[in-house]
Nanobody, 125 residues
Framework: QGQLVESGGGLVQAGGSLRLSCAAS????????MGWFRQILGKERESVAA????????YYADSAKGRFTISRDSTKNTVYLQMNSLKPEDTAVYFC??????????????????WGQGTQVTVSS
């Protein structure tokens, strides 16, 4: 186990919506906090959103607040990132991540136990 696979990326026009999915390989992730990071061309990887193992706590980067929503479905071993009102500056490779410590998914340089391969999101202007 310990595999995360993202899907749902693609090309979308500004103002559109996209839902990213992250499928976990095993039920071990039910005890893990989950999050989404993104790598914008020319910038360092940054946290976008995170959710605690039980869903009681969430985190959103300032750039994502009001537009993005993170959720998880334990029965499907899947975490989602609903992205609305997309902007060209949202263009990036988006990575799913998992760690036992919620805080590590909200900061740069935090310890992340599992990373997905990434999925490209391109928002055209």
């Amino acid at each position: 186990q310990g595999q995360l696979v993202e899907s749902g990326g693609g090309l979308v026009q500004a103002g559109g919506s996209l839902r990213l999915s992250c499928a976990a390989s095993g039920r071990t992730f039910s005890a893990y906090a989950m999050g989404w990071f993104r790598q914008i061309l020319g910038k360092e990887r940054e946290s976008v959103a995170a959710i605690s193992w039980n869903g009681d706590s969430t985190y959103y980067a300032d750039s994502a607040k009001g537009r993005f929503t993170i959720s998880r479905d334990s029965t499907k071993n899947t975490v989602y990132l609903q992205m609305n009102s997309l902007k060209p500056e949202d263009t990036a490779v988006y990575f799913c991540a998992a760690d036992r410590t919620f805080r590590d998914l909200t900061v740069v340089g935090g310890r992340v136990t599992y990373w997905g391969q990434g999925t490209q999101v391109t928002v055209s202007s």
